[in-house]
């Protein structure tokens, strides 16, 4: 659904908050049947490299992801699947609040905020 603004262009209706959300850039999540598992295991190997690069460390995280989403492979119930998904979800969320929070405490520490 189109609607005209005052200088004539037309701009579209959003039909949800989550639509409008995300117009205005805000990160929304989606929901987690929205999610593929692909992109998980993408999103949880990219952490890896951004965490610890091609170190040891990062060699040993990036195992212990391929293992865990290895070992689910064969799991087809839809609500085990949620499940698993969720807690991928929850794990790189973590990683996020946590960097953040070090960020801001550091900032703070150093007297930028």
Same mark, same amino acid.
């Given at each position: 659904?189109?609607?005209?603004?005052?200088?004539?262009?037309?701009?579209? %209706?959003?039909?949800?908050?989550?639509?409008?959300?995300?117009?205005?850039?805000?990160?929304?999540?989606?929901?987690?049947?929205?999610?593929?598992?692909?992109?998980?295991?993408?999103? %949880?190997?990219?952490?890896?490299?951004?965490?610890? !690069?091609?170190?040891?460390?990062?060699?040993?995280?990036?195992?212990? $992801?391929?293992?865990?989403?290895?070992?689910?492979?064969?799991?087809?119930?839809?609500?085990? +699947?949620?499940?698993?998904?969720?807690? !991928? $979800?929850?794990?790189?969320?973590?990683?996020? +609040?946590?960097?953040?929070?070090?960020?801001? $405490?550091?900032?703070?520490?150093?007297?930028?905020?």
């Amino acid at each position: 659904m189109l609607r005209r603004l005052a200088f004539g262009q037309p701009r579209r %209706c959003l039909s949800s908050a989550h639509e409008a959300a995300a117009a205005a850039g805000l990160g929304v999540a989606p929901n987690i049947n929205e999610i593929g598992v692909r992109k998980l295991y993408r999103d %949880c190997l990219k952490l890896t490299y951004h965490i610890a !690069a091609n170190s040891a460390k990062g060699d040993g995280m990036r195992q212990m $992801v391929r293992s865990s989403f290895r070992a689910q492979m064969h799991v087809t119930d839809e609500a085990e +699947i949620s499940r698993l998904k969720l807690l !991928a $979800v929850k794990g790189l969320q973590n990683y996020v +609040i946590m960097e953040s929070t070090n960020k801001a $405490v550091a900032r703070k520490r150093d007297g930028l905020d």
